[in-house]
C-alpha cells in the first residue's frame, strides 16, 4: 500500500472498530502471518477484530474504497492456508463475534455469530441433551464461521455428516458489502440451495457473519471398542467388514505404530507399542441396540485376526481414548521438531493400497509418517514428520506429500477431505479438475465475488481462462 | 412409439428430441445457443407442473436415455450413475447388496434421478435420513455452453473446489442438465414400524410436544387430517382409524432397538394419557410408507401447495389450512416444518388468493414459506407460485447470470422468474 492511503486507511478503519480492535504492529501481526499450515506465511497490514456485522460491512466499504484486498479469519486453525493474507491487505478476525443469538430445541436449530468456538456451542447444548454435530479435531479452538468457510468434517461425520450438513443458513456480508441472508431456521426455502455453495468455499465468496445451525441429540449411549491389529491391512478389512455388515459407527478411526509410540508417551492410554494398527471402533444411539452392534463388530474383528478387542469398561476410558484422538497432533511434537499433516482421501476400499503407497513414498524420501485418520471415510492424514531447520528435509517432505496426493487421485480420491485447498493445494486443482470445470467455479465465484477483492489468490491456480492476481505476496517460511 | 412433443404449462406443443449420449447431449445445447432456442430437460415427467410457465419457445430434451450405471463399489457404499435412471431400477439395483438411498420419491417407475435431485424431492423419512443435498458427492453437468462439467467427486468426503452439487439440487433444471450423479449410500434397515396415534384438534400440539420430547428417536413423523384418511382409505384400501388427525411415528433401525422404541413410545404416550393407537411392524408397514411419499402427488390435483414453517408452528398451520375454503387433505412432515395440501375443490382464483395469503402471513412470521406445487396454468401468473420474494432473490439471480448468461435452460419457470 502507498504509504498515506494507508495511514488513511488504518485510521478509517480505527473509527469503526475503535483502538482496542485494530492491529498493526509488526509483533502484535505476527500471531496472523500464517494458520495451521505453516510453510508459507506473510503478514496481514492491519488486523481488524469486530464486534458487529455492521462493523463488518463498514470495515469491508472501506477496504473497497481503498481498493485493499481483504480477508475473513476464524482461530486460525486451518491447515492449508485458508486465511493466509496474500498480497497483505486487512484481515477480519471475527473472534469477538462470539455471542450464541438464539436456541430452539423444539425446532433443532440455534443462531451463532461466527466466532463462536465449535465446542462452546456444544457446552452451551449439553443441558438440554443436544450438540453440534461437527467435531473438528481442533474444536476446542476453530470457530463455526471458520468451519463454514471449510467445511469441516471431524471423526463424527461418518454417521453424522460435515458442516455442510449442519448448517441451515448463513448470514452473509458480500465482498461490496452488502448483507444477505441465505437459507434460516425453516428448511427447504424456495430457490437455489445458496448457503449450501457457501459452505466450503473457504472465504472466497464473502464473509459469514452469522450462522443458523441444526443441533442434533446426544446419544443415549456409546459403545466404544479398540481393535489392536498385527497388520494395518487387518485394520482397514475390518473397517469394510463392518459397513459392509450395514452398521454406521459413529466413529472409525485408525492409529498406526508411529502414531501409537507419541500418543502413549503423552497419554499412557495402554496402548500396546508393538501392534501394528488400532481401530478406534464406536457405535451410539439409543441403549437398546448398542450391545447387538458392538457384537457384530467384535465378531468382525476378531475375523480380520484381531490380536484383542477391548471395550471401553467406563466414561472416563471413553473419552481418554478421545483425547488420546483428538490429541495426536499434539503428540507428535514427541517424534520430531515439525511436522506437516495431509488430508488425502480415498474410497474405503482403497486404504490398504494408500497406505502401502504412503510407506514406500516415505521410504523413497527417507520421510517417516506416522498415521491417524478417519478410516470410516476413507480420509487419511499422513503426518509427515521432519525438522524444519533442515531445508533439504523440508524440500523432501513437500515433495513427498505431493506424491501422497497424487496417489490418492490415481486412487480415486481427493486431495482434501476437510482441510481444503487454501493456498496449499492450489496446484492439485487442474490434476482435480478440467479448465471447464475450473471456469464454472469462477464463473459462479463472480457472482458473489467479482472483482476477486475477498480473500484473493486463493483455491484456483493463476494460469488458465480467469486472470488471478500474482502470487507475488506468498513468502516461505523456510 | 414416444411421443415427440410434450406440454409445459401453455408452451404446446414442444417438439422433444431425446440424446443417446452425453455428446448428443451437447450437441443439441450448442445447437439450441446458435439458433436461441431455450431447453425444457425432461426426466419421468412426473413433476413438470412445478414452476412457472417457460417464457421462451424452446425444445424439450428427453434425458431417459442417459440410464446407464458407470460404477457401484458396494463395498464403498457409493454408487455413480447417469441421471435418467428411473429410481425404481436404482433401488432395485441398491437392494441386491442390502443398501439404498433413503429417498422417498413418488411414482418411482417414472421419476428419474435428475428430475428428482431438480426438484429436490423428500418424503416422510427425511425426518431421520435429511435430503438430497446429504447424499449427492459428486455431479457432472452439461453447462450453457454445451461442456460435460463436474464437480464434488466420487468418495465420500471432498471439499476440493467450489460444491457446484448443492447448487444443482432444487435448482428446477434452471443452471444446467444433470448427466451423472454420485451418490453416498445407506444400509437397509434390519427393521421397521409404524405406530399410529389418533388425536383430536385440541390436543395436536401437546401430541407433537410429547413425542418431541420422547426418548424415542423416530424416523418420521407425519401428520394426516381426516380428509388425507378418507382419501387413503378409499383409494388404497388401508384402513387408517379415521380420526380428526393422525399422527405416524415411524422407526428404523436394528431389531433391538424398534422394538425396544415401539414398547417406549407406546408407554410414554399412555402415561400423557393419549390413547388410540395402533402398531405396523416390517412388512406391514410397507404399504403406509408409500400412502406417505405418494399422497401429495398422487393423481394430480387441482392445487398443491408446500409450506416450510418451524416445526413447533406446526399444529397451528394445520389447524389453520383446515379450517380454510377447499377442505385440503393435509399432510405434514411435522419434525422439519413440512405441511403438504392438496385439493380438487373448485376455488376461484379469488379465493386461492386469498388462502394463500392467510397461509403465507403465518408461515412468514417464523421465516417460513408457501409454494404452490401445481395449480391451473392461467393463476401461475397471477398467484405466487415461488411464494413470498426474500432477501436473497438477487444474489440467487446474479448465480443465475453467471451460469446461464442467456437463459438456456427452463427459462422463466422458477422462483422470481429465472
Known sequence: MVNQSAANLVDRLRTIVGRDALLTSPSDLLVYECDGYTIEKNKPDVVVLPTSTDQVVQIVKVCNECAVPFLPRGAGTSLAGGCLPVGGGVMIALTRMKRIVEVSTRDRYAVVEAGVVNLWLSNHLKAQGFHYAPDPSSQGACTIGGNVATNSGGPHTLKYGVTVNHILGLEFVLPDGRVVQTGGPCQDNPGYDLTGVIVGSEGTFGIATKAWVRITRNPEAYRTLLGVFETVDDATNTISDIIGAGIIPGALEMLDQLILQAVEAAFHFGFPLDAGAVLIMEVDGLEAGLDADAERITAIARRNKAREVRHAASDAERLLLWKCRKQAFGAVGRLAPSYCTQDGVVPRTKLPHILREIQRIGAQHQIRIANVFHAGDGNIHPILLFDERDPDQVQRVLRASHQILEACIRAGGSVTGEHGIGVEKIDFMPQLFTPEDLNMMVRLRSAFNPENRCSPAKMFPTAGACIEPSKAGRRAAL | ?418
Open chain 2, 1 to 418: 412409439m414416444e411421443p415427440t412433443v410434450c406440454q409445459i404449462d401453455d408452451l404446446f406443443p414442444a417438439p422433444v428430441i431425446r440424446p443417446e449420449s452425453v455428446s448428443e447431449l451437447s450437441e443439441q445445447i450448442r445447437s439450441a445457443l446458435a439458433s436461441s432456442q431455450a431447453v425444457y430437460p425432461l426426466g419421468g415427467q412426473t413433476m413438470l407442473d412445478v414452476g412457472l410457465p417457460p417464457t421462451r419457445p424452446g425444445m424439450g430434451l428427453d434425458l431417459r436415455s442417459l440410464d446407464q450405471v458407470i460404477d457401484y463399489p458396494a463395498r464403498d457404499m457409493t454408487i455413480t450413475v447417469q441421471a435418467g435412471i428411473p429410481l425404481a431400477n436404482l433401488q432395485q439395483l441398491l437392494a441386491t447388496e442390502n443398501q439404498r438411498l433413503p429417498i422417498d420419491v413418488p411414482l418411482p417407475d417414472r421419476a428419474t434421478l435428475g428430475g428428482t435431485l431438480a426438484v429436490n424431492m423428500s418424503g416422510p423419512r427425511r425426518y431421520g435420513f435429511g435430503t438430497l443435498r446429504d447424499y449427492v458427492l459428486g455431479i457432472r453437468a452439461v453447462n450453457d455452453q454445451g461442456q460435460e462439467i463436474k464437480a464434488g467427486g466420487r468418495v465420500v468426503k471432498n471439499v476440493a473446489g467450489y460444491d457446484l452439487c448443492k447448487l444443482y439440487i432444487g435448482s428446477l433444471g434452471t443452471l444446467g442438465i444433470l448427466t451423472q450423479v454420485t451418490l453416498k449410500l445407506k444400509p437397509r434397515s434390519e427393521e421397521q414400524a409404524v405406530v399410529l396415534v389418533s388425536c383430536g384438534p385440541a390436543r395436536l400440539e401437546s401430541l407433537l410436544e410429547e413425542v418431541h420430547r420422547s426418548r424415542t428417536r423416530p424416523m418420521c413423523l407425519d401428520l394426516l387430517n381426516r380428509a388425507a384418511l378418507l382419501y387413503i382409505n378409499q383409494q388404497q384400501g388401508l384402513r387408517l382409524p379415521e380420526a380428526p388427525w393422525l399422527l405416524v411415528i415411524g422407526f428404523e433401525d436394528n431389531r433391538p432397538t424398534v422394538e425396544w422404541q415401539v414398547q417406549q413410545i407406546l408407554q410414554e404416550l399412555c402415561a400423557a394419557g393419549i390413547a388410540a393407537i395402533e402398531t405396523r411392524t416390517a412388512l406391514a408397514a410397507e404399504p403406509l410408507w408409500q400412502v406417505l411419499t405418494e399422497l401429495p402427488y398422487h393423481r394430480p390435483a387441482r392445487l398443491t401447495f408446500k409450506a416450510n414453517v418451524l416445526p413447533r408452528t406446526v399444529a397451528a398451520f394445520c389447524l389453520q389450512a383446515e379450517e380454510l375454503p377447499g377442505q385440503f387433505l393435509l399432510q405434514a412432515h411435522s419434525g422439519d416444518g413440512i405441511v403438504l395440501g392438496r385439493t380438487d375443490k373448485d376455488l376461484t382464483l379469488e379465493q386461492t388468493q386469498t388462502l394463500l395469503n392467510n397461509l403465507q402471513g403465518s408461515a412468514w412470521t417464523g421465516q417460513g414459506n408457501v409454494i404452490l406445487l401445481r395449480c391451473p396454468t392461467e393463476w401461475k401468473r397471477k398467484l405466487p407460485v415461488w411464494g413470498a420474494g426474500r432477501g436473497d432473490g438477487w444474489l440467487m439471480r446474479a448465480v443465475k447470470e453467471k451460469l446461464d448468461p442467456r437463459g438456456l435452460f427452463n427459462p422463466g419457470r422458477f422462483v422470481d422468474g429465472l
